[in-house]
T-cell receptor, first 111, second 115 residues
Framework: GQQVMQIPQYQHVQEGEDFTTYCNSS?????IQWYKQRPGGHPVFLIQ?????EVKKQKRLTFQFGEAKKNSSLHITATQTTDVGTYFC???????????FGSGTKLNVKP | EAQVTQNPRYLITVTGKKLTVTCSQN?????MSWYRQDPGLGLRQIYY???????DKGDVPEGYKVSRKEKRNFPLILESPSPNQTSLYFC??????????????FGPGTRLTVT
């Protein structure tokens, strides 16, 4: 069954509002990656977090990896229409080979 | 240009007719993988390969086969497609450094419909 869950499934925001998606794994992840998929496109790598409690920032995007390495979040400050897409978390569970993706959060930004 | 290519991009076929979706990467990546994407389920890994002649099952391998005879190519084979294999398929590749994982580069996707 699904090992990595993501919430919410959908999020509609007004441009300028903040957005957060949460990722939870039933078991410890060795690391976690985040990807963005634009409508009609393919997933594109955003970032990888490795250490427990790690926080990384990319401009308006903030990524966190939980202390227990079982959860993660992506926060976007002051969304823009260019942020539209589906955001996925992904991680290898027991080794570095077999990957599990979250179900994704589809973000829609109204101008 | 560094890229992962897939062919065909779109395919409509009938139940039971064997098909192959090709995947090729020009980045000398050791790791290659196939995923299927279905609404509400995210991406699910079908098969992956750590290097030439080394393949292993992902989360949903039933009904699929793969081969890795060359480092750059990783074809996905559906010996007898069924309607429940209608999906969007992505091939991906990455380096495999020791003790970690690396970002995956995805191909453009193949939309398969089995009637």
């Amino acid at each position: 069954g699904q090992q990595v869950m993501q919430i919410p499934q959908y999020q509609h925001v007004q441009e300028g509002e903040d957005f957060t998606t949460y990722c939870n794994s039933s078991t410890t992840l060795s690391n976690i990656q985040w990807y963005k998929q634009r409508p009609g496109g393919h997933p594109v790598f955003l970032i990888q977090l490795v250490k427990s409690g790690e926080v990384k920032k990319q401009k308006r995007l903030t990524f966190q990896f939980g202390e227990a390495k079982k959860n993660s979040s992506l926060h976007i400050t002051a969304t823009q229409t260019t942020d539209v897409g589906t955001y996925f978390c992904a991680g290898p569970l027991y080794n570095f080979n077999k990957f599990y993706f979250g179900s994704g959060t589809k973000l829609n930004v109204k101008p | 240009e560094a890229q992962v290519t897939q062919n065909p991009r779109y395919l409509i076929t009938v139940t039971g007719k064997k098909l192959t979706v090709t995947c090729s990467q020009n980045m000398n990546h050791e790791y290659m993988s196939w995923y299927r994407q279905d609404p509400g389920l995210g991406l699910r890994q079908i098969y992956y390969s750590m290097n030439v002649e080394v393949t292993d099952k992902g989360d949903v391998p039933e009904g699929y086969k793969v081969s890795r005879k060359e480092k750059r190519n990783f074809p996905l084979i559906l010996e007898s497609p069924s309607p429940n294999q209608t999906s969007l398929y992505f091939c991906a590749s990455s380096f495999v450094p020791s003790g970690s994982s690396y970002e995956q580069y995805f191909g453009p996707g193949t939309r398969l419909t089995v009637t």
